[in-house]
Structure formats: C-alpha cells, structure tokens
C-alpha cells in the first residue's frame, strides 16, 4: 500500500509538471499578449503610447523575457506559493483569488454533496423498483434535467426564488451585507442564497450519476451469486447492502475524480448569469484578457482538483472493492 501510494504521489508530479507546461503555452498562443491588449485599449481612448513606455510596459511587467524564462518564473513561483502577478487586476494573483476562494469552495463543497446525497438514494430506488411508476418519474426528471440548459434553469429559479421566498435576484448574499463584515446575519445571507446555484449546478451532474448507479446495480442485481442468496433465503435489505452495492458503487467513487473539476469549469458561465462572486467570472474575463498569471493559476488549481480526486477515489476504490490490487501482482 506504501508503495502504490509513493508511485501514484511521484505521477502526480510529474503529471502536473506536464500539465504546467501545457497550460503555459496554451495561454500563449493567441496572437499578442496581455501588454498588446492593455495597449490597444488605450489607444481606443484617444490616448498615444510611445515606443519608451510600451518598452518599459514590457520590462515592468517580464515580457521582454523569452518564453521559457517567463515559464520557470511563474513556475518556480507557484512550488514556492508564489501565484504571479495579476496584469488586469494590478494585484498578486493569491491576493486576487483569496477574495473569492473562500465563496467558491463553499459552492462547490455544497454542489458535491448535493450530487451524491440526491443521487445515491435515488438511483438505489430506481434499481430496485425497475419499470415503476416511481422509477418512470423519476428517469423523467432525470432526463429533463440532463436536456435543461443550465443558464436557463439558473433564470428561472431566480426568479421563482425571488417571487416565493423574497431572495435577492443574483449574487450570494444580499446587497446590504456585500462589503460587510462577516456576522451571523451575512452567514444566514449566504446559505439563503446558496441554494439556487447549487440546484442550478448540481442538476446535471446528479441526474447523469443516478442512471450510471441505475444501471452498474441493475447489472450486479441480475448476477448469479444473488440468484444463490435470493435461493439460501437471504433478506433483499441484506442481498442489496451486502454485495451489489458495493460493487455497483465502483464507477460512482470513480466519478470523484472528474466531478471536482467539471463543477469548476462548469460554474463559469452559471456564475456569470447569476452574479456569483466566486472565480468563475474571473477566469473567464484573465483568459479574454490574456492575464497569463492569474488564467494559468486558475487552470492549474483545476488541474490539481483532478489528480487529487483521482487519487483519492483510487483509494477509495481500492478499500471498496478487494479485486482492485494496487498494481501490485498477486502471488501464485
């Protein structure tokens, strides 16, 4: 066990390693950069910039560099912690994405666990009470939310949560507690508002993961080794609990790994129809921008999400299921 967890640690190194490089030269491909941008924009404003300062525009900000010195820069910065500086925002990145960091891992913890305490027992019920009017409106709700674009859902529960419950349209708290201090109130704000994005956000996910389980424990139900318990006169409670579950849980652990990211990714345009102050909205505007520090610190934070949820499910997986062994060859 020592040893498969030190070669899965030393993998996701060199994985992220690689992941950097990639990031890096991704964000600059697009013609120009942030500087010609900036530069462009001032321009558009009637004003005239000189050969001297976009020369020192370049030096000030590292892009009279060559590209793979601009690379070991910002990613010696990101082992030691260092995020880069933010062009657009004329801040460190960690102090740009500190302000909203706490907000977003808040709704993307209250997204997983809305996934999987929606999904787990619905998909269980689903499996075990096949081709039921409960099993046939449920799929249904399923299905519609998988069809249901999420900008569209997010506007429509918008709205009904302002007309029903008297909630603030957007943002995660109301306007009164924006620049506030932190209180019980603003907190109770928080978890008013929290709902709506995470219902929005946590649709499509939930129903793609209860027909998988569906369908993983509807498979294991049909097996033989349940046929010879059903026959022995066990209880269906302690046939289902005993084996199917737990192997049909193999690819709902397995999802672990991608769903941390996909929730990220998958926020940015939610986040942005919705006003959420969270990073979403500002990935998107460093990516326009060509922002490298703060887009590539972004990517790799979803980058890192990945392996570490790939690694902890693989751990996961390997405690649930014994046939998984580690890598490691059985002896004969």
């Known amino acids: 066990m020592i040893r498969y967890v030190t070669n899965r640690l030393m993998t996701m190194v060199l994985t992220l390693v690689a992941i950097s490089v990639l990031v890096f030269a991704i964000i600059q491909l697009p013609p120009g950069d942030y500087l010609t941008s900036y530069i462009a924009e001032i321009q558009s404003q009637g004003e005239q910039v000189t050969a001297d300062k976009i020369q020192f525009l370049r030096e000030e900000y590292g892009l009279d560099k060559p590209l793979w010195q ?14 880069g500086y933010s062009f657009e925002y004329n801040q460190p ?21 809305f996934i999987y305490l929606v999904s787990f027992p619905i998909g269980i019920y689903s499996a075990t009470h096949q081709y039921s009017w409960g099993d046939h409106g449920l799929s249904f709700l399923g299905f519609l939310g ?20 008297g909630t603030s349209i957007g943002g995660l708290m109301a306007p009164e507690f924006i620049d506030a201090p932190w209180t019980l109130a603003k907190i109770g704000s928080v978890f008013a508002h929290l709902w709506v994005p995470v219902l929005v956000i946590g649709t499509a996910g939930t129903a793609g993961m209860i027909r998988r389980l569906r369908a993983n424990l509807l498979d294991e139900l049909h097996r033989q080794y349940v046929t010879t318990a059903r026959a022995k006169g066990l209880s269906e409670r302690r ?27 998958g926020s940015v345009i939610i986040s942005a129809v919705m006003s959420l102050p969270t990073t979403g909205p500002m990935l998107l505007s460093s990516l326009r921008s060509q922002d490298m520090y703060l887009a590539g610190s972004f990517l790799m934070f979803l980058a890192l999400l990945t392996v570490v949820g790939m690694f902890v499910s693989d751990l996961l997986l390997a405690v649930l299921d014994p046939r998984i062994r580690l890598g490691v060859k059985s002896a004969r």
């Open 70 to 83: 601009q690379y070991l820069v910002w990613a010696t910065g990101l082992v030691q912690g260092d995020l």
């Open 93 to 113: 990145v960690a102090d740009v994405v500190g302000e909203r960091m706490p907000l977003t891992l808040l709704l993307n913890a209250a997204t997983v666990v």
């Open 146 to 165: 998988l069809a249901t674009p999420n900008f569209l859902l997010a506007l429509i529960l918008l709205y009904f949560a302002n007309v029903w419950f």
């Open 239 to 265: 046939i289902l609990f005993k084996y199917p579950l737990r192997m049909a849980m193999n690819p709902f652990i397995a999802d672990l790994g991608s769903i941390l990211p996909q929730i990220v990714s």
